[in-house]
Nanobody
Framework: QVQLVESGGGLVQAGGSLRLSCVAS????????MGWFRQVPGKEREFVSA????????TYADSVKGRFTISRDNAKNTVYLQMNSLKPEDTAVYYC?????????????????WGQGTQVTVSS
């Protein structure tokens, strides 16, 4: 079993920055892909970004490309999401996810474990 705990959410003005963190614990011995998703009430969970085990491969949703950066520190079992130039439409609950298989997937059903989420609110 794997547990994921996100932190770093909060309230920020448009144009500001936040850095989300997600720590994985439990049975994380094998390599895994990490992803970030977000969700607003009444809408489906939306892919934001994913990163390979080595960190050498990353992918982003078009809506965040050039503004968000995903990274990871495997020694700390932690993945980060640096969010710059935030917009009101970035407001959502952000979820960390872990995928035991290979491939940077954007479909949330391809991920095996999820965190509890952290709220990000961007004011205009």
């Amino acid at each position: 079993q794997v547990q994921l705990v996100e932190s770093g959410g909060g309230l920020v003005q448009a144009g500001g920055s936040l850095r989300l963190s997600c720590v994985a614990s439990g049975r994380t011995a094998r390599s895994y892909v990490m992803g970030w998703f977000r969700q607003v009430p009444g809408k489906e969970r939306e892919f934001v970004s994913a990163i390979s085990w080595s960190g050498g491969s990353t992918t982003y949703a078009d809506s965040v490309k050039g503004r968000f950066t995903i990274s990871r520190d495997n020694a700390k079992n932690t993945v980060y999401l640096q969010m710059n130039s935030l917009k009101p439409e970035d407001t959502a609950v952000y979820y960390c996810s872990l995928r035991l298989g290979l491939g940077l997937m954007s479909n949330p059903s391809r991920y095996d474990y999820w965190g509890q989420g952290t709220q990000v609110t961007v004011s205009s």
